[in-house]
């Protein structure tokens, strides 16, 4: 059982925490712990056998928290099927805001699609019982675990972690992020799968029920990252910190930081590895719970690779005393290598000075590229084509009419150089009355990785500017005398003239000579205009970094237009996340599609997805 102050794993039949002495409530007989939320439920519950939307059987009543209550139920549409029904308690229920926010959530993670991942299957508003559907896992959580064997063997911690490092791979290639890894949301099922639950479903609605009650819900603190705690930016590092202190928990028995000021704490201190795992797995959690995002590992994939080498970490494991004869032959081996260091060293100096290493000139020469590249624009004529896909994805469907006028968009992702004049215009006059309104008063407008004043270092000037979040992107076209592009402005731009091409190139498949993606190896952003252009002159429309639109993001908005034409759509009125569009480096063919949808949070910042500006024109006489 899991305390609602401290969040400690406990019994099932303790009465209180054994680390604060808070009073536990208990579950019904039987029940796993709930989603960790310590606002108490505020429905009776549903009675078993109810039938839900017309196809869920409530069997039983599998857990309870602030958020709601976790069902048992068998899907009658699919021959009995088991699912897990989440419910949404009265408070959430009856707010459309904090409903509307828990459906974003929940159709966001509809798209994740991954085997160390719980599946949310659908979000039903409908009826008078609002719900998530879900995979059902038969088994426990880490939690129930801890609590019953309060540590756990090395193998076995790592095994759980390279779990997590797949499951967070997938979810970050998809900028989603899970902001509330904790034992209660890994479930360990019976045939031995690990699946990480409630992408970001927890947390909207603790920050819910938070608004709506004015009481501070907990039940995470002891797992967030400090710039989450401190209200900062948070990035798929803040996730990999989190995973840090979950690590250090089933290692050490609890949380690096588990009494007293532990706000302060996570802010101020840096824990040391816990006591008892090797040298290497020490290591690695420390560089995981390092106070700074930069100083720990820069994706899950890295931090996999790192949990998979049983020595990863510290270069190997200590060895037993020397004899003088083997002392002596190392002593001759380090010394070749030393020399053979330097020369390499030497060699690769000289190397980069004269040639990979850019010159003065050469870097002004990308900065003026930046700079000219980004503010040419090219026309889109206007008229009619089919958006979307019928064999896409659920969003993309059905494929329907929408016309446009024309505009004007820029022929390449903004470049940093250019994002650098934009920085320095804001920090100089300390004007924003062209930002958003719902940006919040004096933004900093830095991407990630750049200094708070001056201009970062070891930069190509002329790559795609990253880094950055939605309001950023809108500030900076609204300096620029632009805006950003509507959904269906972009993707007619992506298509070129030609009605109906998968890719912006054709229907042929991606390859290295037509856009940055995995297939080219090359791992990051590249500079703009590296690729051929379509057919409306534009570059780099699939593949190097995702390209931020100005609408809201609903699954089913063009579901309702798909018999009708529809001219100059701007998407809903509302939302809690932003359309992006066109993939990035690191994608494989299907996210590269011009019709492939996909949405961030306006607030998250990402090396992932950049921008570029469009114009409303005159028609042309």
Known sequence: MFCTRCGTANTETAVFCARCGQALAPPPPGSPPGDGLDFAPTETGLAVGALLANRYRVVRLLGQGGMGQVYLAHDENLRGKPVAIKTLSAVLARDPQAAERLKDEALAAIDLAHSNIVRVNHFEDGGPVKFLVMEYVEGETLGHRLAREKKLPEPEVRRIGIALCDALEHAHAKLILHRDIKPANVLLGKDGAIKLADFGIARVARDSLTRLTNQQTSGTLLYMAPEQVMGGRTDARSDLYSVGVLLYELLAGQPPFATGDVRAQIIEKRPTAPAGPSVPLGRIIEKLLARRPQDRFASAQALRQELASPTAGSGGTEAAPATRGTRRKWTFLWTGAALFLCVAVAVGLWYRHSRGEPSATEMQAQRQRGVTLSKRMQYVDGGCFWMGGDDGNADERPRHRVCIDRFAMDIVEVANAAYMEFLKAVRASGKHQR??????????????????????????????????????????????????PTEAEWERAARGRTEGQKFPWGDQGPTSTRLNFRGSGIGHVVAVKSYPANGFWLYDMSGNAWEMCADWYDWSYYRPLAKVTTWNPKGPGNGTRRVIRGGFWDNTSKELRCSERLSIDPRDRSDKVGFRCAMSVPSPK
Do not use: F
């Open 435 to 484: 930002c958003h309104p719902d940006e919040g008063p004096n933004k900093d407008h830095t991407p990630n990785g750049w200094p708070a004043s001056g201009e970062p270092r070891g930069l190509r000037w002329d790559e795609s500017v990253t880094g950055i979040d939605w309001y950023d992107a809108y500030a900076y076209a609204a300096w620029a005398g632009k805006r950003l």
